[in-house]
């Protein structure tokens, strides 16, 4: 059974300050991995898919990376500000679980300090 | 733009009394989800939608039901709320990961957040 995990569930870091948040799997038969962002009584927002033959996205100040062998992907925030204040989850699309299904991870809420 | 939309944004009902969310869509996706989400923690599915076939989480409880009359509407029934059903509820949609050139990635509605009195 698959299961994604993030750590640590909770962040604090001063502004300006490049950080990097940590998803890992157990089961590395996936068709990608994609991470969210989720405000306050807010919906998620999709920020990144990394396909399962992929190693990184990019998007903005927001790189993510793949290790599908080892299980783990990183989401790496450049030069934070205020404004990414929020909860960030990964989750995966499992091959065997039902292909059509994401696994989240707890996610990690980030706070980024003026 | 394309998008999905949840109406209401804040629903309140009383204990026992039915209540339905809607959800609505302008990707032409072909699967969409309901997803129950209690604070700090992740979105639980309770089903999902591939076409008109309906996809029933196995610990989703029968107090649940949805409906899909076509492609574009999709609606989550509570037949008999409990305190414990107060949640934020979420829609989703995808295409089908296993349709060629599919990225399957999924995007979520703004969701309704249930207060049951």
């Known amino acids: 059974k698959q299961e994604v995990t993030q750590i640590p569930a909770a962040l604090s870091v001063p502004e300006g300050e490049n950080l990097v948040l940590n998803c890992s799997f157990t089961?590395?038969?996936?068709?990608?991995l994609q991470w969210f962002r989720q405000d306050p009584g807010k919906g998620l927002t999709s920020l990144l898919l990394?396909?399962?033959?992929?190693r990184e996205q990019t998007s903005g100040r927001l790189n993510a990376s793949l290790d599908k062998s080892s299980g783990r992907s990183t989401l790496y925030i450049a030069a934070s500000q205020p404004g990414d204040s929020a909860t960030y989850l990964c989750?995966?699309?499992?091959?065997?679980?039902?292909?059509?299904?994401?696994?989240f991870g707890q996610g990690t809420r980030l706070t980024i300090n003026p | 733009d394309a998008m999905v939309i949840q109406n209401p944004r804040y629903q309140v009902t009383q204990f026992g009394k039915p209540v339905t969310l809607s959800c609505s869509q302008t990707?032409?996706?072909?699967?969409m989800y309901w997803y129950q989400q209690k604070s700090s923690q992740a979105p639980k599915l309770l089903f999902h939608?591939?076409?008109?076939?309906?996809?029933n989480e196995a610990d989703t409880p029968d107090n649940f039901q949805s409906r899909r009359p076509n492609t574009s509407f999709c609606f989550l029934d509570i037949r008999s709320p409990g305190l414990g059903d107060a949640a934020m509820y979420l829609c989703?949609?995808?295409?089908?990961?296993?349709?060629?050139?599919?990225?399957?990635?999924?995007?979520f509605g703004p969701g309704t957040r249930l207060t049951v009195l």
């Open positions: 089961d590395s038969a996936i068709y990608n």
């Open positions: 989703a949609t995808s295409r089908d990961i296993l349709t060629s050139g599919s990225s399957g990635e999924q995007f």
């Open positions: 939608y591939y076409d008109k076939d309906f996809n």
């Open positions: 989750a995966v699309r499992p091959r065997w679980q039902g292909a059509q299904k994401l696994v």
């Open positions: 990707l032409n996706h072909n699967v």
């Open positions: 990394i396909q399962s033959s992929q």
